[in-house]
């Protein structure tokens, strides 16, 4: 992939499945480097660089939902046309799980076959998070980054690091707040939903609503951890995606 959109971390020796994964508020295509490195090396594990971070910083963020769903999925739609042959699946964590999910419905309306399956972590489904994010100033977005932690505290205090963070992470919580759910059919793909057991953004109870977002094969993964277990537990959950994409794919 030459997109602006994608990064690689690792070249993929086999045909195996392409996993696409899409980070978290504020986050980038390098909170899933490790897990591109702990997965089978058959993998195609592609990262999305929203707009606004990293090597993309002079570019203005999303501050909604829709449009970047748009244009990711125009992106991805490009790329997978250029390997047809390959399976998908999409990996979003947190803020990305509701970005991989509205991808996948708005892919299904293409005429590419479907992701073979959804990861969808640290996230209820929609309409299970209603806090205004839109309303938060900084004060607020750095207190709940500390809050659900994943980021080394001291480069919070940092305000040359705060210059770049800040612009991102402002247009993502005004992306998640001014979010609505209109309803729709659900995905025909299986879905696995991944949660931390003390993750303080969701409760367990809160993975098992994406049940109602798909006909496929639905399964729940829970982890010990909080809201970036994932960070702690790279090989179990190289270890989920590899057994979620051995089973037959549902939507092909």
């Known amino acids: 992939m030459n997109s602006t959109w994608f990064r690689r971390f690792t070249t993929a020796t086999g045909d ?4 696409v994964c899409f980070p978290h508020a504020g986050g980038s295509a390098t909170a899933f480097k490790e897990l591109a490195h702990t997965l089978p090396a058959h993998f195609d594990v592609v990262s999305v ?3 606004g971070r990293q090597d993309r910083y002079r570019e203005q963020p999303f501050t909604a939902l829709a449009p970047l769903v748009e244009a990711v999925a125009a992106e991805l739609t490009r790329e997978l046309a250029a390997d047809p042959g390959r399976p998908y699946a999409l990996f979003g964590h947190s803020m990305g799980a509701l970005v991989a999910f509205e991808t996948a419905r708005l892919l299904a309306r293409g005429k590419l076959p479907g992701p073979q399956r959804l990861f969808l972590s640290g996230r209820g489904g929609p309409g299970t998070d209603t806090e ?3 309303l938060y ?3 607020d977005l750095l207190a709940d980054v500390r ?3 994943g980021t080394d505290q001291a480069m919070l205090e940092d305000p040359d690091i705060l210059d770049l963070v800040l612009p991102p992470l402002r247009a993502d919580y005004r992306a998640l707040g001014t979010y ?3 309803g729709g059919e659900p995905l025909t793909a299986p879905v696995t939903a991944l949660t931390g057991d003390s993750d303080p953004m969701m409760t ?3 993975a098992h609503t994406w049940r109602a977002h798909t006909t496929g094969e639905f399964e729940v993964k829970v982890f010990p951890g909080g809201h970036f277990y994932l960070f702690d537990h790279f ?3 190289a270890e989920t995606v590899t057994e979620g994409l051995r089973a037959p794919a549902a939507a092909f």
């Open 147 to 149: 809050r659900l932690g």
């Open 137 to 139: 100033d900084d004060a």
């Open 16 to 19: 195996g499945p392409r996993l």
């Open 132 to 134: 205004p994010y839109h």
């Open 235 to 237: 090989g179990k959950v």
């Open 49 to 51: 660089q929203y707009p």
């Open 180 to 182: 609505s759910w209109r």
């Open 204 to 206: 367990v109870q809160d």
